[in-house]
């Protein structure tokens, strides 16, 4: 069905998906990883660092968004942690030309590029910030290298969002097939919205970089791909064998991860902690920053 | 709420309360804080029902989930959003399609994100059907896309195929001129013997070597009957393996029909006489064909013995000749009888060798059956044609047509 890219939505994929007639060395790829593997990953994940302290903290953008969505909360673990922000291949101000639909099509795809990450910096006692379906991507990547990680944290975690009697994950199959259609729906509205933003504000160059910045997928497809790799997963039998610690943070009223699912991660993860937030909705760090930091300082002080 | 809502302004408060759009504000946390009549009637919510609630829920399952990761992000991250699609879900859990603007701003203390929802009808119907149009277009796309590459396959298949067909021609080509030298060879093979008999039965006959007894005469009559009739049979065989084999020449030169006509009637005039058959020739003496004149005195020779043989005692056979085509470029001889006829749908076999119109008719009347198709070879060789029309117990017309000698 999506076989094809549209014309108008897939602006950027567009522009990164055909040859440039010149060959441009400064975004090249393929140039990037025949000399240094590690400086790719870092352009192709658009991955920032920043901070005074040492240990790594690894902050991961769920389904929808980019690394922008941190912005709230990272500035207060700049002062005792490195932080890093990345965005995953087909999110934010990646390199959407790097974009392979197989490599996408599931979690474990998205678990590489983390690791990718984490292996370029040569990161080790990790603690993973993981929002949404990232709390699962950064639970397949610790799997794989435990011993690079010293922590997980996760916030609005879902194993598996369609419900699968007697596990309740708060949505059934036709739920998922609606976003799907509103999605479909609204990346006509925004490329049409989004194209004349940019034009009129062609004297405000920063204006539209904000623009882009604040659309985390604007291509229809691999948003499509993104969203049927999250919410058709069922990770529930990684669960048991985490080996990393781990912090659940579960929000009061969350339609995508309601508290039964919170309460099945707690009950099935080792040496995991549950904590409930005040904060309502999917997205506490956007909506309830200074109670996400609080939290989440709370869990690492108490190491 | 309502006093939010109507302490501003009462002229405007009544005016948002019942503009045509459903207006509601929210705080970053979902929580509702105020919301217009109209979006309460658009929903079937009371308005005290909408107090406390979030807006997720006043949404279908799959906006939802749409809310929290695409749109709430954009208000929060841009402050604005703007055209986006949300089904609403209403309080007796149907859809309504709508289109949100929203802006998100600081009030009372408090970030307040407003929001107005325009209901959507045709709009949803066009927007679904051009979705529809785009997905057909792109499977349209991708079938032709398909069908070129079968195209492409099959097109080499084609090429592969008339490759091979070509080959299969050039053998069939082959074996065609093999089996027409094997024929001219064996042909002329045959006659040499056939002719040693011929000639050793005149000299039995003359009683060269001695008196022969009638009866010996009257066998070596027949044995010279059978003679003739092979060494005639072997003849036509050699004749048409010759035109097959393309061994014949055309000795090509101006020459006059009637002269032609005239020619060949001394050699048809016993057989006529003898089988009571009336005859005439009626040629204007100045048509003339750029021809080669023994071919086609051998073509009038067989069209007329044909048409004697086939034709009854008191019948008649008449030739004609006539010019032919739009500037006379052709001629036409036309050797026409009043026999038994060719029933229509044996007409187009006469020409094929070997075929005689039927069995009887080949017991009546002897011969190899490759006259007419050695006929017509002939005509063909030298740029003319030979046809026939024929109708039963009336009569048959063969034409022969030739390239004319036109005035220069």
């Given at each position: 069905?999506?076989?094809?890219?549209?014309?108008?939505?897939?602006?950027?994929?567009?522009?990164?998906?055909?040859?440039?007639?010149?060959?441009?060395?400064?975004?090249?790829?393929?140039?990037?990883?025949?000399?240094?593997?590690?400086?790719?990953?870092?352009?192709?994940?658009?991955?920032?660092?920043?901070?005074?302290?040492?240990?790594?903290?690894?902050?991961?953008?769920?389904?929808?968004?980019?690394?922008?969505?941190?912005?709230?909360?990272?500035?207060?673990?700049?002062?005792?942690?490195?932080?890093?922000?990345?965005?995953?291949?087909?999110?934010?101000?990646?390199?959407?030309?790097?974009?392979?639909?197989?490599?996408?099509?599931?979690?474990?795809?998205?678990?590489?590029?983390?690791?990718?990450?984490?292996?370029?910096?040569?990161?080790?006692?990790?603690?993973?910030?993981?929002?949404?379906?990232?709390?699962?991507?950064?639970?397949?990547?610790?799997n794989q290298e435990p011993e690079r990680?010293?922590?997980?944290?996760?916030v609005g975690p879902s194993p598996r969002y369609i419900n699968d009697p007697p596990y309740v994950g708060g949505f059934e199959r036709k739920d998922i097939e609606?976003?799907?259609?509103?999605?479909?729906?609204?990346?006509?509205?925004?490329?049409?919205?989004?194209?004349?933003?940019?034009?009129?504000?062609?004297?405000?160059?920063?204006?539209?970089?904000?623009?882009?910045?604040?659309?985390?997928?604007?291509?229809?497809?691999?948003?499509?791909?993104?969203?049927?790799?999250?919410?058709?997963?069922?990770?529930?039998?990684?669960?048991?064998?985490?080996?990393?610690?781990?912090?659940?943070?579960?929000?009061?009223?969350d339609l995508i991860a309601p508290f039964d699912v919170g309460e099945y991660l707690h009950r099935t993860m080792p040496q995991s902690t549950l904590r409930v937030l005040q904060a309502t909705g999917h997205c506490p760090h956007m909506s309830h920053p200074e109670e996400t930091i609080g939290v989440i300082r709370e869990y690492l002080s108490g190491r | 709420m309502t006093d939010r809502l109507s302490d501003v302004d009462i002229g405007v408060d009544s005016l948002l309360d019942t503009a045509p759009c459903g207006f509601v504000s929210f705080a970053d946390d979902g929580t509702i804080r105020a919301a217009n009549t109209t979006l309460c009637e658009m929903l079937g919510y009371a308005r005290d029902e909408l107090q406390g609630r979030r807006l997720e829920s006043l949404l279908n399952l799959g906006s939802r989930i749409f809310y929290q990761t695409h749109f709430f992000p954009l208000v929060k991250l841009h402050g604005r959003a703007e055209e986006i699609f949300l089904l609403l879900r209403s309080k007796s859990g149907d859809d309504v399609a709508t289109l949100c603007n929203a802006v998100r701003r600081q009030r009372g203390g408090e970030w307040i994100t407003d929001c107005i929802f325009t209901r959507v009808y045709e709009r949803q119907k066009f927007e679904d059907a051009l979705l529809?149009?785009?997905?057909?277009?792109?499977?349209?796309?991708?079938?032709?896309?398909?069908?070129?590459?079968?195209?492409?396959?099959?097109?080499q298949q084609l090429l592969e195929q008339g490759e091979e067909l070509e080959r299969q021609r050039t053998l069939a080509e082959e074996a065609n001129r093999a089996k027409s030298?094997?024929?001219?060879?064996?042909?002329?093979?045959?006659?040499?013997?056939?002719?040693?008999?011929?000639?050793?039965?005149?000299?039995?006959?003359?009683?060269?070597?001695?008196?022969?007894?009638?009866?010996?005469?009257?066998?070596?009559?027949?044995?010279?009957?059978?003679?003739?009739?092979?060494?005639?049979?072997?003849?036509?065989?050699?004749?048409?393996?010759?035109?097959?084999?393309?061994?014949?020449?055309?000795?090509?030169?101006?020459?006059?029909?009637?002269?032609?006509?005239?020619?060949?009637?001394?050699?048809?005039?016993?057989?006529?006489?003898?089988?009571?058959?009336r005859y005439s020739v009626a040629i204007a003496p100045e048509l003339t064909a750029y021809t080669d004149?023994?071919?086609?005195?051998?073509?009038?020779?067989?069209?007329?013995?044909?048409?004697?043989?086939?034709?009854?005692?008191?019948?008649?056979?008449?030739?004609?000749?006539?010019?032919?085509?739009?500037?006379?470029?052709?001629?036409?001889?036309v050797v026409r009888d009043t026999g038994v006829g060719i029933p229509a749908e044996r007409l187009a076999q006469v020409f094929e060798p070997f075929v005689q119109v039927d069995d009887s008719h080949a017991r009546r009347a002897e011969g190899s059956g490759l006259g007419l198709a050695i006929s017509r070879d002939l005509a063909r060789g030298m740029g003319g044609e030979l046809t026939a029309e024929s109708e039963v117990n009336v009569g048959s017309a063969f034409t022969l047509t030739l390239p004319a000698l036109l005035p220069t």
């Open positions: 069905m999506w076989g094809r890219l549209p014309p108008v939505a897939c602006r950027l994929s567009s522009i990164a998906h055909r040859p440039s007639p010149i060959p441009d060395s400064h975004q090249s790829p393929v140039t990037m990883y025949s000399f240094n593997m590690d400086t790719s990953v870092l352009t192709r994940n658009n991955v920032r660092v920043f901070g005074h302290g040492t240990q790594p903290m690894l902050f991961a953008h769920g389904f929808g968004c980019d690394q922008n969505m941190w912005r709230y909360v990272t500035p207060a673990f700049a002062d005792d942690y490195k932080v890093i922000v990345f965005d995953y291949v087909g999110s934010g101000k990646s390199d959407l030309s790097a974009y392979d639909p197989k490599r996408y099509s599931t979690l474990a795809g998205y678990a590489e590029d983390v690791l990718d990450v984490i292996h370029s910096l040569d990161l080790t006692d990790i603690i993973l910030v993981g929002h949404s379906v990232s709390s699962m991507i950064g639970l397949l990547a610790a990680f010293a922590r997980l944290i996760m609606g976003l799907l259609e509103t999605m479909e729906k609204n990346y006509i509205g925004w490329a049409n919205f989004l194209a004349p933003a940019i034009m009129k504000n062609a004297d405000r160059p920063e204006l539209s970089r904000e623009l882009e910045e604040s659309f985390c997928s604007t291509d229809p497809v691999i948003a499509r791909r993104f969203a049927e790799a999250t919410f058709f997963s069922d990770n529930r039998a990684d669960l048991a064998g985490i080996r990393v610690p781990s912090l659940i943070m579960q929000c009061s009223d | 529809r149009a785009k997905k057909a277009a792109e499977e349209a796309n991708e079938q032709l896309e398909r069908q070129a590459m079968e195209l492409e396959m099959s097109e030298a094997f024929l001219a060879t064996m042909s002329h093979e045959l006659r040499t013997p056939l002719n040693a008999i011929g000639g050793y039965v005149q000299l039995l006959e003359l009683g060269i070597q001695g008196p022969i007894t009638e009866k010996q005469a009257d066998s070596l009559v027949r044995i010279s009957r059978a003679q003739r009739h092979l060494l005639r049979l072997i003849n036509d065989v050699l004749n048409l393996a010759r035109i097959e084999a393309g061994r014949v020449e055309y000795n090509l030169a101006p020459c006059s029909l009637k002269e032609m006509a005239d020619a060949v009637l001394p050699m048809v005039e016993p057989q006529l006489q003898s089988r009571g058959v004149h023994e071919k086609v005195q051998q073509i009038l020779l067989n069209l007329l013995s044909n048409a004697t043989k086939f034709t009854p005692a008191n019948g008649s056979v008449t030739v004609t000749g006539s010019a032919d085509g739009e500037r006379g470029e052709r001629v036409r001889l």
